[in-house]
């Protein structure tokens, strides 16, 4: 049971550049989301997804696509990579609604955009 | 909007020190008061939930109560393997605290 993973560990883009990181789970969790932490600032909420085939935008969307076409996966796509998008994004799930059940955490994709 | 504020930002203990580290919330509705623990380089743990006011929860040196507007984690005896940064968020929104980063010196 390999819980949530997602790749990259680390990536580095050149500003303009477009990537796509990847998260799976392995808990049949209908919900995902996914998260930038930057120092000082907290986990903020980019995308979240309540179920194949529905996607939601959070409080920082701006610059991410994502899509949800399998329960298992959820990838966070950057379409023109921005120095300020330089941070650790996690990927995260849970078994029920938005708000009402603990989130199980990936390890974090580190990117760096210079 | 939801706002949810941690207290001190750094907390340096000696093992054994016993302490607490605050999470205060502006929310319309609580769904939840979650705490996580995370150590450099891993995502976020789940520790505990708390629904309502008076309610407490403990996992072995730790124990967290809850108010109708901030959260404690209690810290007894702490070990240097507590250290890590320790995250509160409320429910609804999945808001998260920036965090309160605990270091035990043996």
């Known amino acids: 049971n390999a819980g949530v993973t997602q790749t990259p560990k680390f990536q580095v883009l050149k500003t303009g550049q477009s990537m796509t990181l990847q998260c799976a789970q392995d808990m049949n969790h209908e919900y995902m989301s996914w998260y930038r932490q930057d120092p000082g600032m907290g986990l903020r909420l980019i995308h979240y997804?309540?179920?194949?085939?529905?996607?939601d935008q959070g409080e920082v969307p701006n610059g991410y696509n994502v899509s949800r076409s399998t329960t298992e996966d959820f990838p966070l796509r950057l379409l023109s990579a921005a120095p300020s998008q330089t941070s650790v994004y996690f990927c995260?799930?849970?078994?029920?609604?938005?708000?009402?059940?603990?989130?199980?955490f990936g390890n974090g994709t580190r990117l760096t955009v210079t | 909007e939801d706002q949810v504020t941690q207290s001190p930002e750094a907390l340096r203990l000696q093992e054994g020190e016993s302490s607490s580290l605050n999470c205060s919330y502006t929310?319309?509705?609580?769904?939840?008061l979650f705490w996580y623990r995370q150590d450099p380089g891993k995502g976020p743990e789940f520790l505990f939930t708390?629904?309502?006011a008076g309610e407490e929860k403990e996992k072995e040196r730790l124990k967290a109560t809850l108010t109708k507007k901030e959260s404690f984690l209690h810290i007894t005896a702490p070990k240097p393997e507590d250290s890590a940064t320790y995250l509160c968020a409320v429910g609804g929104d999945m808001r998260f605290g920036a965090g309160t980063r605990l270091t035990v010196k043996p």
């Open positions: 708390l629904y309502s």
């Open positions: 929310v319309s509705g609580l769904r939840g």
């Open positions: 995260a799930s849970s078994y029920a609604a938005q708000g009402n059940s603990p989130l199980h």
């Open positions: 997804s309540v179920g194949a085939g529905i996607t």
